[in-house]
């Protein structure tokens, strides 16, 4: 059973910045996953904000291209979100997804990220 660990999140003043990470546990070959972020706003639907392939390509949402960056750490089973220029916008619950072979989901628990000032 795969269990997804985040942490990093925080309240923050418009402009700044927050590390989130997620650290996943009970699975093998953490370098064949797709592993991504999504957030949930209140009263919106779960979106996706960033995902990283195999192999290290990553995309963006429009909302994070320029702002966000995701990176992996296959040797640490983990991937970081670094969120720069953060905005009210951006205020919601950040989760971890991994996608394993062949067709395996799982999710974080989510940690909140909160934008005002």
């Known amino acids: 059973q795969v269990q997804l660990v985040e942490s990093g999140g925080g309240l923050v003043q418009p402009g700044g910045s927050l590390n989130l990470s997620c650290t996943a546990s009970?699975?093998?070959?953490?370098?064949?996953?797709?592993m991504g972020w999504y957030r949930q706003a209140p009263g919106k639907q779960r979106e996706l904000v960033a995902v990283?392939?195999?192999?290290?390509?990553?995309n963006y949402a429009s909302s994070a291209k320029g702002r966000f960056t995701m990176s992996r750490d296959n040797a640490r089973s983990t991937v970081l979100l670094e969120m720069n220029s953060l905005k009210a916008e951006d205020t919601a619950v950040y989760y971890c997804?991994?996608?394993?072979?062949?067709?395996?989901?799982?999710w974080g628990q989510g940690t909140q990220v909160t934008v005002s000032s």
């Open positions: 997804n991994a996608d394993l072979p062949p067709g395996l989901h799982y």
């Open positions: 009970g699975g093998n070959a953490f370098r064949l996953w797709t």
């Open positions: 990283s392939v195999p192999g290290g390509g990553t």
